[in-house]
């Protein structure tokens, strides 16, 4: 069957189709193409200059309205799908911090004997401990057996890496929301900043399905969170600084901090300086390109410094520790 030259179809996606996001609903379609009453699915990439959509339908299938009404049914299910799949995501990053209380209250009975702006940072640190948990664990995975991006790093397929991106977004958002709500107890702008930016360059990896593979290189990063917010944790009980649970994770949020967000700059610049002026990276655009390179930038700025403070506070403790050590010795006439 003869089909028509490529159709474009506007009126359809922004008229019959009623959608209240059209560009979301760009974002995230699939092209199907019905071909004698049957439907198969094909990856929408870049049919509609300007909006990525194409339709491809034959003259007998267009004319048919049940084809038709099929096809407006099916691609309005699926824009509202996705968004239920976002809202169902952020909806689950915020009920953390409520569930928090009472999971923290069964772990960890000092909880109840924090003030009410510890609780509520302290059930933010959770939150973001599970997040970041959850985003390190599959981004590992990903890292290392996600055939697809690791060949083509700015091109792979990135269904796999969209989902971890999304559940990082999702949880980005609500803690921005947190953030905000919560601001004389819990506010940051060097949070406000990194939040931002992360979801700035998520959007790239989500709407266009570019640089896959360095989005997630970039959440390994979120693996040493959990020791930065232990260490807070062992604040807010009021722990010895000197006591070995709180020096071993000082030592170990030190190590892994340096090696997550650290010790990746120089193979990320060194990646970006072997693919400028090739094919791959001349088709991402200037403005996808432009904001690569600088949200990096801005994430790895604020790295350092938290390196160095950490750094410094590290040293401290192990003195302190140090000092103790050397202080129980001496009492038991044990000088080492």
Not at 12 to 28: A, R, Y
Not at 176 to 200: E, N, P, Q, R, S
Request: net charge positive.
């Amino acid at each position: 069957m003869n089909h028509l030259k490529w159709l474009h179809v506007p009126s359809l996606v922004l008229g019959e189709f009623n959608s209240p996001k059209p560009f979301f609903f760009f974002s995230h379609l699939h092209l199907w193409t019905c071909r004698s009453y049957s439907w198969s699915p094909k990856p929408l990439d870049k049919y509609w200059p300007g909006t990525g959509f194409e339709l491809s339908l034959s003259l007998a299938e267009w004319n048919s309205a049940q084809e038709l009404n099929r096809l407006k049914k099916y691609g309005y299910q699926l824009h509202t799908g996705h968004q239920h799949c976002y809202h169902r995501l952020f909806h689950l990053s915020a009920s953390f911090h409520f569930v928090s209380c009472w999971f923290s209250a069964k772990v960890s009975p000092g909880f109840n004997n924090l003030n009410l702006k510890k609780k509520i940072e302290w059930n933010s640190r959770v939150v973001s401990t599970c997040h970041s948990l959850v985003v390190g664990v599959v981004g590992l995975y990903i890292f290392w057996f996600d055939e697809a991006t690791i060949a083509d790093p700015l091109w792979g397929d990135p269904s796999f890496v969209k989902v971890n991106i999304a559940v990082s977004s999702s949880y980005l958002i609500s803690d921005l929301f947190i953030l905000i709500l919560y601001w004389k107890v819990i506010g940051d702008k060097y949070y406000i900043i990194h939040h931002c930016t992360a979801l700035y360059a998520y959007y790239f990896i989500l709407s266009e399905g570019v640089l896959a593979y360095i989005g997630n290189f970039r959440l390994l990063a979120e693996l040493s969170t959990p020791f930065v917010n232990q260490r807070w944790f062992f604040e807010a009980l009021s722990y010895p600084r000197v006591s070995k649970a709180y020096v071993i994770n000082g030592v170990l949020m030190t190590a892994v901090f340096f090696v997550m967000r650290i010790a990746s700059i120089p193979p990320l610049y060194a990646y970006i300086y072997s693919v400028l002026g090739t094919e791959a990276y001349r088709r991402l655009g200037a403005l996808i390109q432009c904001s690569w390179i600088s949200s990096c930038v801005v994430l790895d700025v604020m790295n350092v410094m938290w390196m160095v403070k950490i750094s410094k506070g590290c040293i401290k403790v192990i003195s302190l520790f140090r000092q103790e050590k050397a202080r129980r010795s001496l009492q038991n006439g044990k000088l080492d």
